[in-house]
């Protein structure tokens, strides 16, 4: 499966942004669809996951202004990110695992490109 990630863009903090990623050549429905990001000078960052059955998980810290869903039909996965803070800017990444549905970089075999947030105070 390939992955294409878009949405990124310059916001204000206290905006929000949708990120999507498209999937394809592949059978969507099989696999853990996660975010990622990476700010840069630093290492790349769990965001977000969700499960073949609609689970999802997030690190603690974004938990309530940032939001993972999933469209099987559409085969897209979803970042919605809500009161957007500065500390929020980096290259949001999408990725793709068969067999884990964790927070772990090394579990994802597939990733997207990337997709640029700027958030500006």
């Known amino acids: 499966v390939q992955l294409q990630a878009s949405g990124g863009g310059l916001v204000q903090a206290g905006d929000s942004l949708r990120l999507s990623c498209a999937a394809s050549?592949?059978?969507?429905?099989?696999?853990?669809m996660a975010w990622f990001r990476q700010a840069p000078g630093k290492e790349r960052e769990f965001v977000a996951a969700?499960?073949?059955?609609?689970?999802?998980i997030y690190t603690d810290s974004l938990k309530g202004r940032f939001t993972i869903s999933r469209d099987n039909p559409k085969n897209t996965v979803y970042l919605q990110m809500d009161s957007l803070k500065p500390e929020d800017t980096a290259v949001y990444y999408c990725?793709?695992?068969?067999?884990?549905?964790?927070?772990?970089?090394?579990?994802?075999?597939?990733w997207g490109q990337g997709t640029q947030v700027t958030v500006s105070s």
């Open positions: 969700v499960s073949w059955y609609f689970d999802t």
């Open positions: 990725a793709a695992s068969r067999a884990s549905f964790s927070q772990w970089p090394y579990e994802y075999v597939i």
């Open positions: 050549g592949g059978t969507f429905g099989e696999y853990v």
